[in-house]
Each structure stands twice: as structure tokens, then as C-alpha cells.
């Protein structure tokens, strides 16, 4: 299987979100498939089960409004124990990345109101979360987590933008996609010069690079 240009988005939905611009799309979501879905869809409850895909099988991975929904802590299925839903979830989109795969993810984060005001928001993510699974030795090694990731980019993002933001997303083909991010990004810089906060930065961005010998 040809795994050098396939991505695969979590909780996928109706609309897989393609951020690379990968030829072969593939999709995740505990809901049924929608019918007559133009991508491969299979169904699976991420936060109790694997990615039901083998090893090194995506050249990339997003997760789009997620994460946050993943619980950090769960009783075992005996009651007697712990399991970390929200680390296995890492682990398993590092094993499903090819080596220099890339993880990208958006969530809205702390300190924002948005981090917690949906009541399904169970993982509330930081601007440092991420480096529990970054470096030589990750700090969530201690909670089961046997992969690695390099950060290559982690920043506040304008929502719209960010569901944008990459060369290679269909959107940013389209003549008006262009021209809807260069009158925001010209918006932002006169906030920014009439010493205005930028409030609608909520979301977080992860670009993470899956480190495999």
C-alpha cells in the first residue's frame, strides 16, 4: 500500500480535512459511515480503541476540533486500575506515521473560554502540552507513551486561517481563499498597530513530525 502520499483525519465526520493535499484520503469517526463517502472511512472509538490501520500507513495525520474531546484519565475496563486514554491516542498516531510523518492538529486552548465552555471538552490543552511528547526523552514515556515527536511548529492561530494555513490545502487554490486570507492577515496587523488585543487567536496549532529510527 502506497503510504508516501495518504493522510488520515481523526473524528473525520462528512469531511475529512486533507491539510497536505494528499492523493489518498482516509477517515476515522465512531459515527457510522455517511453514504456514498468519496474516501475511505472506518469506524472506530479512539478513545478506547487503536487506529485500526498497520504500522508506518500515513504519511500524515490531522485531528480538527479532537483532541479536546479525548479524556487524559479513565478507569481500566477491571475498575482496579488506570488507563490514559489521551497518551495512547499519541502513541497510536505516531506508530500509523511513516518516519518524518506529520501530526497536525487545532484545538481551541487555555486560557481561552473556548477551551472549556463545550461540556464535551475533556482534555484541556496548553501552549506546553505538547512537550510531553517532544525531545530525546518524552515526559509522557512515565504514563505508557512509546514514540517521539519533533515540534515543528506550535502557535496561536486565527481559526479560519488555520483551517487553511498550509500550502498545500485546497482551499489555498481557490483565488478567493487567497484573497479572504490576505484581507484577515491585513485586518490583524491594523489591530495590531492600534494596540488592539487579537482575541479571536483561541485556537492552538500543532504541526508535530513523528522522530522513528
Excluded: Q
Excluded at 464535551?120 to 512509546?146: E, L, S, W
Amino acid at each position: 500500500m502506497e503510504t508516501s502520499d495518504s493522510h488520515l483525519d481523526l473524528g473525520c465526520g462528512k469531511f475529512p480535512r486533507n491539510p497536505y493535499g494528499r492523493s489518498r484520503l482516509c477517515g476515522i469517526d465512531v459515527r457510522p459511515p455517511p453514504a456514498e463517502a468519496a474516501f475511505e472511512y472506518r469506524v472506530a472509538n479512539l478513545v478506547v480503541e487503536p487506529i485500526p490501520y498497520a504500522d508506518d500507513s500515513f504519511a500524515s495525520v490531522s485531528a480538527y476540533d479532537f483532541v479536546e474531546h479525548v479524556p487524559r484519565v479513565l478507569p481500566s475496563g477491571d475498575g482496579r486500575g488506570t488507563m490514559f486514554p489521551f497518551v495512547r491516542l499519541m502513541d497510536e498516531v505516531w506508530r500509523v506515521l511513516v518516519p518524518g510523518g506529520r501530526f497536525y492538529a487545532l484545538t481551541p486552548a487555555w486560557p481561552h473560554p473556548e477551551a472549556f465552555t463545550d461540556p464535551t471538552h475533556v482534555n484541556i490543552i496548553t501552549d506546553r502540552t505538547h512537550a510531553y511528547f517532544c525531545g530525546d526523552k518524552p515526559m509522557a514515556r512515565m504514563y505508557g507513551f512509546g514514540g517521539r515527536f519533533r515540534a515543528l511548529r506550535v502557535d496561536w492561530v486565527d481559526i479560519v486561517d488555520a483551517y487553511s494555513a498550509l500550502p498545500g490545502s485546497p482551499e489555498n487554490r481557490k483565488p478567493h481563499g487567497r484573497f479572504k486570507r490576505f484581507a484577515r492577515s491585513l485586518r490583524r496587523l491594523s489591530r495590531r498597530l492600534r494596540g488592539k488585543p487579537e482575541r479571536h487567536l483561541v485556537y492552538l496549532r500543532w504541526e508535530l513530525e513523528a522522530v522513528k529510527a
